[in-house]
């Protein structure tokens, strides 16, 4: 398999998983030991590990179940003396600086042996044609078997595996062309019959060919690599150990692999936080700025969230205690460079115009250099033919051939599909960097080039333009005499802490504080413990005693009764159904709630709005609550739905986008549909249908994890920052791939015609043709570095 892909990609191939696969039955993680002693069983006897291979026969790699403390893998592994071994580099890092090193390589030999070649050529030296002539062959032999030969093999190999003619084979046949018009010319001057009247070779012409051609991809292979820079950068902010503090209160420096979900780890002053975590303990500030962009630090306090890679400042000096929340192996660093890794992987729509030129160019330019030839050995010969003496005219013939041949290199050589081929990913790689490097996650690179035709803008709106920090302004209670647990006040209020308690809700945690806080000191009632099920966009439900209880929105709660008008608010109602078979509710409790605008959602509209973008928000909230909120921030309240379950937000969505009037329900304006792209940017899970149904879906930073896999796009930095760099990153980065494309057909069309001769004597001679390469490439590299040092 591997010499299958090796000889159909050119890329060198090696496994990376060895052993069976598909035997576990739920995730697992993986760790390396080292051994001071051999071990006689093949798996030690703890359950859910297994050795997966043995990279050497004291370092083993073992696979084991996600939920396993790490720490207590290793120690299953202490009395063959296993130390556990921090994980390989980046093997794609490794690769790319690889690559840079083995053009350098190629390069730096090729330069070193062509300059004699060119000194002879082209400086006044005493007349030794004969020894110039040799040395010249022989340095031009080494440039051709060993720093060409990955050209040769390369363009063998698309043709004759992959059946195409790409850039690796014009340059073999031109380069080959031109050391073996060299050689020969230099055979028949040593027998004294030379081709030309100047009985000169060629042999500067291959080897400076080669020379420029090797430059040309020495510094496109160094700006991939730069661009690779990112993901680098984040898995040097990983940091090797951490300090985990032991139940007895003693602290114990371990590596930061061997970290697990609810360790307790302290921190201080100046350290970087090893992995996502909680405060439990202490306050300081933390310089998020590495992932989010922000650069004013922010202080966490009990409960706050703490991301890997920030850095605590000294403004405490006794520092602070967190609980791990998150793994190493899965939190935001490590998914960043996943995402990153995925979208540098990936391909824009334009690219497959790209390459479908570049594909087409080879070809063209193929048959254009034989054109060429045949052109320019028409005109010579037909000259030649009306030279009377017969010498003069066999000079005469030798020369058209010699310059026919020079004007086919320069054509075969001059052209270069690798401009046009590099147009889109060098910009999308590096966008993705930036983007990154911004707080801006780009999951796709399809997310990049959607952005730029995005028409309407769509806002979930709690935990999105609110702060999602919602609390309790009013309760109001209606206790239910003929179920005795429902019968008080006090009763009710136990049964809404049970119904809320598991729910990660704004709304439900909201009512879930406010009524722990009034039974803070009960003892427990007798719907403590009950089997919660949630139900996306509309709330929790549960069964005790045979009676169906729900809490959440009004319509849904109520079931086939009625519910008290509560006005335009955020209201959470929990009501019973004594006989489920009827489906009949009846409401036992209610709360109003308050909810307050995020600082920056009036500047993001506004941002927005001044883009010409539509701007729409749809909420599973009651509607008076959304269009009092759209009022706030200047949207039209025609615009504001309220009551949306995930479903409707999923319809309205692709109404918006412009589907048929019959595939959206509750009220569809039609003379709002048109075909146009549509942004959805929300953060819970009741969001990840409109995430999906939308051509680009953004999840805030601090959201559910069903909504982030779900978005296109993740901000980690502030929402106004975040989506204002979305946009003007789409922009950016469809402006430098135009650019880019036509630099492209600019350079191809004028240096064909120059290297053809159709320009008079205005032309590219066949030695400096090579530089077609450098002169192609190094605008479009350019143009997408710029991305990462102007302010677009």
Same mark, same amino acid.
């Given at each position: 398999?591997?010499?299958?892909?090796?000889?159909?990609?050119?890329?060198?191939?090696?496994?990376?998983?060895?052993?069976?696969?598909?035997?576990?039955?739920?995730?697992t993680?993986?760790?390396r030991?080292?051994?001071?002693?051999?071990?006689?069983?093949?798996?030690?006897?703890?359950?859910?590990?297994?050795?997966?291979?043995?990279?050497?026969?004291?370092?083993?790699?073992?696979?084991?179940?996600?939920?396993?403390?790490?720490?207590?893998?290793?120690?299953?592994?202490?009395?063959?003396?296993?130390?556990?071994?921090?994980?390989?580099?980046?093997?794609?890092?490794?690769?790319?600086?690889?690559?840079?090193?083995?053009?350098?390589?190629l390069?730096?030999?090729?330069?070193?042996?062509?300059?004699?070649?060119?000194?002879?050529?082209?400086?006044?030296l005493?007349?030794?044609?004969?020894?110039?002539?040799?040395?010249?062959?022989?340095?031009?032999?080494?440039?051709?078997?060993?720093?060409?030969?990955?050209?040769?093999?390369?363009?063998?190999?698309?043709?004759?595996?992959?059946?195409?003619?790409d850039?690796?084979?014009?340059?073999?046949?031109?380069?080959?062309?031109?050391?073996?018009?060299?050689?020969?010319?230099?055979?028949?001057?040593?027998?004294?019959?030379?081709?030309?009247?100047?009985?000169?070779?060629?042999?500067?012409?291959?080897?400076?060919?080669?020379?420029?051609v090797?430059?040309?991809?020495?510094?496109?292979?160094?700006?991939?690599?730069?661009?690779?820079?990112?993901?680098?950068?984040?898995?040097?902010?990983?940091?090797?150990q951490?300090?985990?503090?032991?139940?007895?209160?003693e602290?114990?420096?371990?590596?930061?692999?061997?970290?697990?979900?609810?360790?307790?780890?302290?921190?201080?002053?100046?350290?970087?936080i090893?992995?996502d975590?909680?405060?439990?303990?202490?306050?300081?500030?933390?310089?998020?700025?590495?992932?989010?962009?922000?650069?004013?630090?922010?202080?966490?306090?009990?409960?706050?969230?703490?991301?890997?890679?920030?850095?605590?400042m000294?403004?405490?000096?006794?520092?602070?205690?967190?609980?791990v929340?998150?793994?190493?192996?899965?939190?935001?660093?490590?998914?960043?460079?996943?995402?990153?890794?995925?979208?540098?992987? !990936?391909?824009? $729509? #334009?690219? /497959?115009?790209?390459? @479908?030129? *570049?594909?087409?160019?080879?070809? =063209? %330019?193929?048959?254009? &250099?034989?054109?060429?030839?045949?052109?320019?050995?028409?005109f010579?010969?037909? !000259?030649?033919? $009306? #030279?009377? /003496?017969?010498?003069? @005219?066999? *000079?005469e013939?030798?020369e058209? =051939? %010699?310059?026919?041949? &020079?004007?086919?290199?320069?054509?075969?050589?001059?052209?270069?599909?690798?401009?046009?081929?590099?147009? #889109?990913?060098?910009?999308?790689?590096i966008?993705?960097?930036?983007?990154?490097r911004r707080?801006?996650l780009?999951?796709?690179?399809?997310?990049?080039?959607?952005?730029?035709?995005?028409?309407?803008?769509?806002?979930?709106?709690?935990?999105?333009?609110?702060?999602?920090?919602?609390?309790?302004?009013?309760?109001?209670?209606?206790?239910?005499?003929?179920?005795?647990?429902?019968?008080?006040?006090?009763?009710?209020?136990?049964?809404?802490?049970?119904?809320?308690?598991?729910?990660?809700?704004?709304?439900?945690?909201?009512?879930?504080?406010?009524?722990?806080?009034?039974?803070?000191?009960?003892?427990?009632?007798?719907?403590?413990?009950?089997?919660?099920?949630?139900i996306?966009?509309?709330?929790?439900?549960?069964?005790?005693?045979?009676?169906?209880?729900?809490?959440?929105?009004?319509?849904?709660?109520?079931?086939?009764?009625?519910?008290?008008?509560?006005?335009?608010?955020?209201?959470?109602?929990?009501?019973?159904?004594?006989?489920?078979a009827?489906?009949?509710?009846?409401c036992?409790?209610?709360?109003?709630?308050?909810?307050?605008?995020?600082?920056?959602?009036?500047?993001?509209?506004?941002?927005?709005?001044?883009?010409?973008l539509?701007?729409?928000?749809?909420?599973?909230?009651?509607?008076?609550v959304?269009?009092?909120?759209?009022?706030?921030?200047g949207?039209?309240?025609?615009?504001?739905?309220?009551?949306?379950?995930?479903?409707?937000?999923?319809?309205?969505?692709?109404?918006?986008?412009?589907?048929?009037?019959?595939?959206?329900?509750?009220?569809?304006?039609?003379?709002?549909?048109?075909?146009?792209?549509?942004?959805?940017?929300?953060?819970?899970?009741?969001?990840?249908?409109?995430?999906?149904?939308?051509?680009?879906?953004?999840?805030?930073?601090?959201?559910?994890d069903?909504a982030?896999?779900?978005?296109?796009?993740?901000?980690?930095?502030?929402?106004?920052?975040?989506?204002?760099?979305?946009?003007?990153?789409?922009?950016?980065?469809?402006?430098?791939?135009?650019?880019?494309f036509?630099?492209?057909?600019?350079?191809?069309?004028?240096?064909?015609?120059?290297?053809?001769?159709?320009?008079?004597?205005?032309?590219?001679?066949?030695?400096?043709?090579?530089?077609?390469?450098?002169?192609?490439?190094?605008?479009?590299?350019?143009?997408?570095?710029?991305?990462?040092?102007?302010?677009?």
């Amino acid at each position: 398999m591997t010499q299958h892909v090796t000889a159909s990609t050119g890329f060198k191939c090696q496994i990376v998983q060895d052993g069976p696969v598909g035997e576990s039955s739920g995730p697992t993680r993986r760790m390396r030991i080292q051994l001071d002693s051999p071990m006689e069983e093949k798996d030690p006897e703890i359950r859910g590990v297994r050795i997966v291979q043995e990279e050497q026969p004291d370092l083993i790699e073992v696979e084991y179940e996600a939920g396993l403390n790490p720490r207590e893998v290793l120690a299953g592994f202490r009395p063959w003396g296993g130390v556990y071994v921090p994980p390989a580099q980046e093997s794609s890092i490794d690769s790319a600086q690889r690559e840079v090193l083995r053009l350098l390589h190629l390069t730096t030999v090729s330069a070193v042996l062509c300059f004699p070649v060119l000194v002879f050529a082209w400086a006044p030296l005493p007349p030794h044609p004969t020894v110039y002539g040799g040395i010249s062959l022989a340095l031009t032999t080494v440039i051709q078997l060993y720093v060409a030969r990955p050209i040769y093999v390369s363009g063998i190999r698309a043709l004759t595996v992959q059946r195409t003619i790409d850039m690796d084979l014009l340059v073999a046949l031109s380069t080959g062309t031109a050391y073996l018009f060299s050689t020969v010319a230099y055979a028949f001057r040593e027998a004294g019959r030379p081709i030309d009247h100047q009985g000169e070779s060629y042999f500067e012409t291959s080897a400076l060919l080669v020379t420029l051609v090797m430059l040309g991809r020495l510094i496109a292979a160094y700006a991939r690599r730069r661009s690779t820079n990112a993901v680098a950068q984040l898995t040097c902010m990983q940091v090797d150990q951490a300090t985990l503090v032991l139940p007895s209160g003693e602290t114990q420096v371990i590596p930061t692999g061997l970290v697990h979900v609810n360790d307790v780890l302290r921190l201080e002053p100046g350290d970087r936080i090893p992995t996502d975590g909680r405060v439990i303990s202490g306050e300081a500030h933390v310089d998020e700025s590495s992932i989010t962009g922000e650069s004013a630090p922010v202080l966490k306090r009990s409960g706050a969230v703490l991301v890997a890679g920030t850095v605590l400042m000294g403004s405490n000096p006794s520092g602070l205690d967190m609980r791990v929340t998150l793994s190493p192996d899965e939190n935001t660093l490590s998914r960043m460079a996943e995402l990153m890794r995925a979208a540098q992987g !990936a391909r824009l $729509r #334009v690219q /497959d115009t790209a390459d @479908r030129v *570049a594909g087409w160019l080879a070809p =063209v %330019v193929l048959v254009l &250099g034989t054109i060429t030839f045949v052109v320019w050995a028409g005109f010579g010969l037909s !000259a030649a033919n $009306r #030279v009377v /003496d017969a010498t003069a @005219r066999a *000079a005469e013939t030798r020369e058209a =051939v %010699v310059d026919s041949i &020079g004007y086919a290199v320069a054509v075969l050589v001059v052209s270069c599909p690798c401009a046009i081929a590099l147009c #889109v990913p060098m910009v999308a790689v590096i966008a993705v960097a930036v983007g990154t490097r911004r707080g801006v996650l780009f999951k796709t690179v399809e997310a990049l080039e959607s952005a730029y035709d995005v028409s309407v803008v769509v806002f979930d709106k709690t935990g999105t333009l609110t702060l999602g920090k919602l609390s309790v302004e009013s309760s109001k209670y209606y206790p239910q005499e003929t179920v005795p647990w429902l019968g008080t006040e006090r009763g009710i209020q136990s049964v809404v802490r049970a119904l809320t308690g598991s729910s990660t809700h704004p709304v439900s945690a909201a009512v879930h504080e406010h009524v722990m806080a009034t039974l803070a000191s009960a003892s427990p009632l007798h719907a403590d413990g009950l089997d919660v099920k949630a139900i996306p966009g509309k709330g929790v439900e549960a069964t005790v005693d045979g009676i169906v209880i729900r809490g959440g929105s009004a319509v849904w709660a109520a079931g086939g009764g009625t519910v008290k008008n509560l006005g335009d608010h955020t209201v959470f109602v929990v009501s019973v159904a004594t006989d489920p078979a009827h489906s009949v509710f009846t409401c036992i409790a209610h709360y109003t709630l308050s909810d307050s605008l995020r600082p920056d959602a009036l500047s993001t509209i506004k941002s927005l709005t001044q883009r010409g973008l539509e701007v729409h928000i749809l909420s599973g909230d009651n509607h008076g609550v959304v269009t009092r909120t759209a009022s706030a921030l200047g949207i039209p309240t025609t615009q504001a739905r309220g009551g949306c379950s995930p479903e409707e937000k999923g319809q309205w969505i692709k109404f918006l986008q412009g589907a048929e009037s019959e595939d959206c329900e509750s009220g569809c304006d039609s003379e709002i549909s048109k075909r146009r792209k549509v942004m959805f940017v929300g953060d819970g899970t009741n969001d990840a249908l409109a995430l999906v149904q939308s051509d680009v879906g953004v999840s805030l930073g601090g959201g559910t994890d069903v909504a982030s896999s779900a978005a296109q796009v993740v901000l980690l930095s502030s929402l106004n920052t975040g989506l204002s760099d979305v946009f003007k990153l789409a922009r950016a980065a469809r402006r430098r791939v135009l650019i880019n494309f036509a630099w492209a057909g600019i350079y191809n069309a004028a240096a064909i015609l120059l290297a053809c001769g159709a320009l008079g004597q205005a032309r590219i001679p066949p030695q400096w043709a090579g530089l077609g390469e450098l002169v192609s490439v190094l605008p479009v590299v350019l143009v997408a570095w710029s991305l990462g040092v102007v302010n677009w």
